[in-house]
């Protein structure tokens, strides 16, 4: 067998630190297309919510009725976003892709956690049990007219 030559292994640790620094390149800007596509998704939450707001206010007695969730699940259909809303104790009282009243307490989950502790706004990416995927999550406490925080 033919030694290496000086050009050979010359090449060959080319070939090897291009390589290299070609999968950095790459996961680099995997990571950061991420992480802007996340808070791309962050914002365009926080807006549907802000919006989403005013509505569940002006239409609280309503919470629970047939009506309100045909609404919310229009909503979460022209959206692209499930809606679920619970009240202070985790309890699930209306969804807009599931029957609430088959739906488990909501109290022990992160993003809800996170939002009652804080009174504000929890983001929190997390693996869905239902679907098997990470998914982004915010919760957002609302205090309505009535005092009554859902």
């Known amino acids: ?63 629970g009725s047939k009506e309100f969730e045909a609404r919310l699940t229009a909503l979460g259909r022209n959206s692209g976003n499930r809606f679920t809303i619970i009240d202070e104790s985790g309890k699930v009282l209306a969804d807009s892709d599931v029957d609430s009243t088959l739906m488990d307490d909501h109290s022990g989950r992160p993003e809800i956690k996170k939002a009652m502790a804080t009174k504000g706004s929890a983001i929190v990416v997390r693996r869905s049990a239902t679907l098997g995927a990470s998914l982004m999550y915010l919760a957002r406490p609302l205090v309505l007219d009535s005092g009554r925080t859902i």
């Open 1 to 63: 067998m033919k030694p290496f030559t000086l050009f050979s292994k010359l090449f060959l640790a080319q070939t090897i630190l291009v390589l290299l620094a070609t999968m950095i390149v790459a996961y680099l800007g995997r990571t950061g297309l991420e992480q802007v596509s996340f808070e791309g998704t962050e914002h365009s939450l926080e807006e549907q919510i802000f919006l989403f707001e005013d509505s569940i206010r002006s239409q609280a007695h309503e919470i």
